[in-house]
Nanobody
Framework: QVQLVGSGGGLVQAGGSLRLSCAAS????????MAWFRQAPGKEREFVAM????????SYADSVKGRFTISRDNAENTVYLQLNSVKPEDTAKYYC?????????????????WGQGTQVTVSS
């Protein structure tokens, strides 16, 4: 059973930075595709970024490209999301997700394993 625990959220001013972490346990993390999604109140969960199992291939939503960076440390079973130049519209609950079989999809329904979410609030 794969368990994911997200952390690192908080309140940040517009233009600031924040780093989210997601620690995984169970299974073989180095084989997982890892992704970040976010969900604002009243909105659907949306794709933010994802990383291949080895970390060499990444993909980003257009809205965060150039500002956010996904990375992973397979030795520590952890994936990160660095948020730079944040905007008020980045305010949401951020979720990490895992696919054990190295699949590649931006659809939230593709992912079976989810963290509990960590709140990011950007003040203007």
């Amino acid at each position: 059973q794969v368990q994911l625990v997200g952390s690192g959220g908080g309140l940040v001013q517009a233009g600031g930075s924040l780093r989210l972490s997601c620690a995984a346990s169970g299974g073989t993390f180095a084989t997982y595709t890892m992704a970040w999604f976010r969900q604002a109140p009243g909105k659907e969960r949306e794709f933010v970024a994802m990383s291949s199992s080895g970390g060499r291939t990444t993909s980003y939503a257009d809205s965060v490209k150039g500002r956010f960076t996904i990375s992973r440390d397979n030795a520590e079973n952890t994936v990160y999301l660095q948020l730079n130049s944040v905007k008020p519209e980045d305010t949401a609950k951020y979720y990490c997700a895992a696919d054990r079989f190295g699949g590649w999809s931006r659809a939230p329904t593709f992912y079976l394993y989810w963290g509990q979410g960590t709140q990011v609030t950007v003040s203007s």
